[in-house]
T-cell receptor, first 116, second 108 residues
Framework: GAGVSQTPSNKVTEKGKYVELRCDPI?????LYWYRQSLGQGPEFLIY????????DSGLPNDRFFAVRPEGSVSTLKIQRTERGDSAVYLC??????????????FGNGTRLTVT | KNEVEQSPQNLTAQEGEFITINCSYS?????LHWLQQHPGGGIVSLFM???GKKKHGRLIATINIQEKHSSLHITASHPRDSAVYIC??????????FGTGTRLQVFP
């Protein structure tokens, strides 16, 4: 079956521009997570959705970052006024229910964002 | 001090060797994931465990909640096992925190 899909797979943008990164979770998965991974580092938590609501957005680095999941399925991560330091691989993951209840996590292949 | 510490950071092995990767954490957790990431590839969840031991093929994961420690073992390692292995404890708030990973290279 289809896994977690992220688009685009690569995005190059100029400093100061606005970007949107999309995540299509596995159908029926209520929990959705965004992470960011810089070169040589482990993934860094950004935000977690349970259904349509953001259950934990404590990892968003600043107010230039925003994420939505209006219908409880597809999620969009939005970055305003991009900076070179935003360059990273943005990973999305989903699970059937909060993963602490024995529900495996499925990752997308990520979107590689490069800000020039 | 990082909340999650993995060791070693880099590991090389000959095909067939037994591999152990260790993970220590300092926070209360509800479960712990072991993840695998191939170069340029996505992340795959290998195990999620909250107690004891799990086995899948040549992979074994153990966790000791009291000692806040988990290990990932690979028996009869193979070059295709070469990847970054990431320990990711799940906090009681459902947030995953990540170790920086262990880069494993298995040579034929």
């Amino acid at each position: 079956g289809a896994g977690v899909s992220q688009t685009p797979s690569n995005k190059v943008t100029e400093k100061g521009k606005y970007v949107e990164l999309r995540c299509d979770p596995i159908s029926g998965h209520t929990a959705l997570y965004w992470y960011r991974q810089s070169l040589g580092q482990g993934p860094e938590f950004l935000i977690y959705f349970q259904g349509t609501g953001a259950a934990d957005d404590s990892g968003l680095p600043n107010d230039r970052f925003f994420a939505v999941r209006p219908e409880g399925s597809v999620s969009t991560l939005k970055i305003q006024r991009t900076e070179r330091g935003d360059s990273a691989v943005y990973l999305c993951a989903s699970s059937l229910s909060p993963y602490s209840y024995n529900s495996p996590l499925h990752f997308g292949n990520g979107t590689r964002l490069t800000v020039t | 001090k990082n909340e999650v510490e993995q060791s070693p950071q880099n590991l090389t092995a000959q095909e067939g060797e037994f591999i152990t990767i260790n993970c220590s954490y300092s926070v209360g957790i509800s479960a712990l994931h072991w993840l695998q990431q191939h170069p340029g590839g996505g992340i795959v969840s290998l195990f999620m465990l909250s107690s004891g031991k799990k086995k899948h093929g040549r992979l074994i994961a153990t966790i000791n909640i009291q000692e806040k420690h988990s290990s990932l073992h690979i028996t009869a390692s193979h070059p295709r096992d070469s990847a970054v292995y990431i320990c990711a404890p799940a906090l009681n708030t459902d947030k995953l925190i990540f170790g920086t990973g262990t880069r494993l290279q298995v040579f034929p």
